[in-house]
């Protein structure tokens, strides 16, 4: 089976462009997670997605978006890129379990921004 | 949100050594897992461990959820084992999201 696949691996852009990166789940898997990883922290989070509703969002500004297909595969939007947008995206694709709560997490191998 | 600590921040062992990284968080969870993150950024996942002890191998993981805290041990270390070690937990109350410590850097010299 593959795992949660992430496009593209790299990417360059200019400020005030915008990017959309994208992510494709685990098989079976409903619901997808975005977070941003600047160098030397630990990821934060963007936003989550369950079968194509926006089910939590972080502490990011509107030129972040995303949404979610019918075949569960994600995009993440963001308009007016700026410098410090620059960081690690990652995918991340779980379940939900009883109660609502989240079935273990797994991530994709990233795609890396980079704002000049 | 929830808060999560994680101790030491970095640490260099030898290899053939063990080891013990530390999370702590300041409110109930669901969810708490252990990934180490590798040098091209891949999250490899460790244990999904909300409460109890599991052991993979040289890893182990417990998680003692009514005192807020959970240990990673690894044992023998070996070279390969170089990386990031990271905790995120997920709050019962809240947002339905990990949360991520800032990690502990392991460097495992031969």
């Known amino acids: 089976d593959a795992g949660v696949t992430q496009s593209p691996t790299h990417l360059i852009k200019t400020r005030g462009q915008h990017v959309t990166l994208r992510c494709s789940p685990i098989s079976g898997h409903k619901s997808v997670s975005w977070y941003q990883q600047v160098l030397g922290q630990g990821p934060q989070f963007i936003f989550q997605?369950?079968?194509?509703?926006?089910?939590g969002r972080g502490n990011f500004p509107d030129r972040f978006s995303a949404r979610q297909f019918p075949n569960y595969s994600s995009e993440l939007n963001v308009n007016a890129l700026l410098l410090g947008d620059s960081a690690l995206y990652l995918c991340?694709?779980?379940?939900?379990?009883?109660?609502?709560?989240?079935?273990?997490?797994?991530f994709g191998q990233g795609t890396r921004l980079t704002v000049v | 949100g929830i808060q999560v600590e994680q101790s030491p921040p970095d640490l260099i062992l030898q290899e053939g050594a063990n080891s013990t990284l530390r999370c702590n968080f300041s409110d109930s969870v669901n969810n708490l897992q252990w990934f180490h993150q590798n040098p091209w950024g891949q999250l490899i996942n460790l244990f999904y461990i909300p409460s109890g002890t599991k052991q993979n191998g040289r890893l182990s993981a417990t998680t003692v959820a009514t005192e807020r805290y959970s240990l990673l041990y690894i044992s023998s270390s070996q070279t390969t084992d170089s990386g990031v070690y990271f905790c995120?937990?997920?709050?019962?109350?809240?947002?339905?999201?990990?949360?991520f410590g800032t990690g502990t850097r392991l460097t495992v010299i031969p």
């Open positions: 997605y369950y079968e194509k509703e926006e089910r």
């Open positions: 995120a937990v997920e709050s019962q109350t809240g947002a339905n999201n990990l949360f």
């Open positions: 991340a694709s779980s379940g939900l379990g009883l109660a609502g709560v989240n079935t273990e997490a797994f």
